[in-house]
């Protein structure tokens, strides 16, 4: 009898559909990551991504439905600033939110006066707990578009005035659409996001071999060099 065990898939859930987290069918840096894991090799695992919209996803989570992990999440986002309904692996990515403006426009976004009626372009069906309370206080009216880089090609176009987005998220954009004086960046007043890995309680076993894993990146070379690719 041979002691061949067949590898567990692991389904990880992302609800980013947006470059650099995802580009294409089997790009981006949520991809690389899965294909990261995988070259690891992981005795009896091996990781899947899979797409699912965010309240979809965020319903399964909070329901104990997950049949898999979620990468790329934050503890506050999903009430658990105690790290005590889920597992949570280090941060593998810090990013942060900024608003985006035409270069052109003469809008000042920490400057109410400036932004009062305003529209903000904001990805339909996400919620943003770290900009709601900055976003009433300056008066700005949502403007909802189906993902992060529509919501920059309707700025480039004019029809909204400003976009609030992941830093990581607009420089991507700039750089590979060229638009690098086209727009401006100022940074918002929210805490700085942390890519994480959500695990459920009843996936404990493959937490204890993934945690290791996302916490030593920072000190990997390979990991750098792929990162680095969407920088």
């Not at 920059?152 to 991507?172: F, I, N, P, Q, T």
Request: with cysteine; net charge positive.
């Amino acid at each position: 009898m041979s002691g061949y065990c067949r590898a567990e898939t692991i389904t990880v859930y992302t609800s980013a559909n947006f470059a650099p987290l995802v580009v294409g069918e089997d790009s981006g840096v949520y991809h690389d990551m899965v294909d990261y894991l995988n070259r690891q090799k992981l005795p009896g695992l091996n990781f899947k991504l899979n797409y699912l919209p965010r309240k979809r996803l965020q319903l399964m989570v909070e329901e104990n439905r997950l049949d898999g992990i979620v990468i790329g999440m934050m503890p506050h986002w999903f009430d658990d600033t105690a790290q005590q309904k889920y597992l949570w692996t280090t941060p593998f990515a810090l990013d942060r939110f900024v608003v985006v403006t035409r270069a052109d426009s003469g809008l000042k976004p920490l400057v109410s006066a400036s932004m009062a009626g305003r529209s903000v372009g904001l990805v339909l069906g996400y919620v943003y707990p770290d900009l709601d309370d900055w976003i009433q206080r300056v008066g700005l009216v949502r403007s909802d578009g189906i993902g992060e880089e529509a919501n920059l090609e309707k700025l480039r176009m004019g029809r909204v005035d400003c976009v609030a987005a992941a830093e990581s998220v607009v420089r991507y954009y700039m750089r590979t659409h060229a638009a690098g004086t086209t727009f401006l960046l100022t940074e918002l007043p929210a805490r700085q996001t942390e890519r994480r890995f959500l695990v459920p309680h009843a996936k404990a076993a493959v937490y204890r071999q993934l945690a290791p894993v996302i916490r030593k990146l920072k000190d990997d070379p390979a990991w750098q060099r792929i990162a680095a690719k969407y920088n």
